[in-house]
Nanobody, 119 residues
Framework: QVQLVESGGGLVQAGGSLRLSCAAS????????MGWFRQAPGKEREFVAA?????YYADSVKGRFTISRDNAKNTVYLQMNSLKPEDTAVYYC???????????????WGQGTQVTVSL
């Protein structure tokens, strides 16, 4: 049974930082692409970042967010710096064997963690 468990969300002031973690179990972690997505109220879930042996970022977070993974710990991270109020959303991690930018390509999803950025 595959499980993805996110942690690290919370309330932060604009300009602050948070680091999200996603611990995976029940899958061969190193064989999976890992992605972060987010969903704000009333909006569709959108791509944030993805990692295999390479990384890719949405333009809206490029230069502020960093995705990384530790295959020994079966964990993927999202370091978020210079946070803005428009970054407020529920953040989800996802795993997919043949996945990259499209949410439909991912096979497994976590339950999400709330990130709120105040002015």
């Amino acid at each position: 049974q595959v499980q993805l468990v996110e942690s690290g969300g919370g309330l932060v002031q604009a300009g602050g930082s948070l680091r999200l973690s996603c611990a995976a179990s029940g899958l061969t972690f190193s064989s999976y692409a890992m992605g972060w997505f987010r969903q704000a109220p009333g909006k569709e879930r959108e791509f944030v970042a993805a990692i295999t042996w390479k990384t890719y970022y949405a333009d809206s977070v490029k230069g502020r967010f960093t995705i990384s993974r530790d295959n020994a710990k079966n964990t993927v991270y999202l370091q978020m710096n210079s946070l803005k109020p428009e970054d407020t959303a529920v953040y989800y991690c996802a795993a997919g064997v043949a996945a990259w930018l499209n949410r439909d390509e991912y096979d497994y999803w976590g339950q999400g963690t709330q990130v709120t950025v105040s002015l």
